[in-house]
């Protein structure tokens, strides 16, 4: 069956510090990938995509992930945190065409000035 | 351009009474899904459209929930009765198909 694993539940980070958010994966077959960010009392909108090609894909906000299948692993990373980037921010598997989704637990992400 | 339309933004209820949750998706979607997030549970898929047909409906809980998309730009989800642990946030999404899921801003539900 498949599965998200988001093993953090809260990180903190300093405002201008690197961020990196763990996301393992459990799939039968070719995984697509994604990422979202739920700001409190709103939606999930999309900051990047992994279907196929280039293992490291670049999203809004400056986001981008890599994916490593060796490893089951599509982790976020960010250069330098913005204190708008506090939210709690999910990954997702599915299948081709993204349609039954998948999302793991969430990691809330605090940033500290 | 708007988004995902979800109304009521928030709903208080008392237990056993019949709850309609409504979902207008972006134009042009074809696909609309309904999910809901708990703190215990996290964020599950209910059910999903085509093409306004009902594709997987695996996630619905209990014969208490129905969904139905009678036309391209409308979408309900009922909960009759409803229950205290029913309580959560409601999300409606829509994509093209095989496409980027867009997510309406949820509707906090709360049973009392």
């Known amino acids: 069956a498949q599965s998200v694993t988001q093993p953090d539940i809260h990180i903190t980070v300093s405002e201008g510090a690197s961020l990196e958010l763990r996301c393992n994966y459990s799939y039968g077959a070719t995984p697509y990938l994604f990422w979202y960010v739920q700001s409190p009392g709103q939606g999930l909108q999309l900051l990047l995509k992994?279907?196929?090609?280039?293992?490291l894909v670049q999203g809004i906000k400056g986001f981008e992930a890599e994916f490593k299948r060796s490893q089951s692993s599509f982790n976020l990373r960010k250069p330098s945190v913005h204190w708008s980037d506090a939210a709690e921010y999910f990954c997702?598997?599915?299948?081709?065409?993204?349609?039954?989704?998948?999302f793991g637990a969430g990691t809330i992400l605090r940033v500290k000035s | 351009d708007a988004g995902v339309i979800q109304s009521p933004r928030h709903e208080v209820t008392e237990m056993g009474q019949e709850v309609t949750l409504r979902c207008k998706p972006i134009s042009g979607h074809n696909s609309l899904f309904w999910y809901r997030q708990t703190m215990m549970r996290g964020l599950e898929l209910l059910i999903y459209?085509?093409?306004?047909?009902?594709?997987?409906d695996s996630g619905m809980p209990e014969d208490r929930f129905s969904a139905k998309m009678p036309n391209a730009s409308f979408s309900t989800l009922k909960i009759q009765p409803s229950e205290p642990r029913d309580s959560a946030v409601y999300f409606c999404?829509?994509?093209?198909?095989?496409?980027?899921?867009?997510f309406g801003p949820g509707t906090r539900l709360t049973v009392l």
């Open positions: 992994y279907f196929s090609g280039d293992t």
């Open positions: 999404a829509s994509s093209r198909l095989m496409g980027e899921q867009f």
């Open positions: 459209f085509n093409n306004n047909v009902p594709i997987d």
């Open positions: 997702a598997v599915g299948p081709e065409g993204g349609n039954k989704l998948v």
